[in-house]
């Protein structure tokens, strides 16, 4: 069992920063990525981790501005965003995979999820 809890979120003027946390206890998987979901979309990958933090893995609407890192104690994950853009507004999701390297976008590969975080950026 992995327990997951997202924090961080709030309201940002575009152009604004935002760092959001997840704190993850209980068995230590390999992967842990950001996923996304705006009203009215599906939830959508936005950033993965690998077990050492040496493999990241983007998607293409927020390479360039969003990174993510885990501590060396392998218990935190961040997600930090920059140059946040209204369309960036959405609950976003921690969660584990118990698949080793950073390329992991499905959600399928995911086994343990958080219960979200609201982010909300202005325009």
């Known amino acids: 069992q992995v327990q997951l809890v997202e924090s961080g979120g709030g309201l940002v003027q575009a152009g604004g920063s935002l760092r959001l946390t997840c704190a993850a206890s209980g068995r230590t998987y390999s992967t842990y990525g950001w996923f996304r979901q705006a009203p009215g979309k599906e939830r959508e990958f936005v950033a993965a981790?690998?077990?050492?933090?040496?493999?990241?893995y983007y998607a293409d609407s927020v390479k360039g501005r969003f990174t993510i890192s885990r501590d060396n104690a392998k218990t935190t994950v961040y997600l930090q965003m920059n140059s946040l853009k209204p369309e960036d507004t959405a609950v976003y999701y921690c969660a584990a995979s118990p698949w080793g390297g950073s390329s992991r976008p499905r959600r399928a590969e995911y086994d343990y999820w958080g219960q979200g975080t609201q982010v909300t950026v202005s325009s």
């Open positions: 981790i690998s077990w050492s933090g040496s493999s990241t």
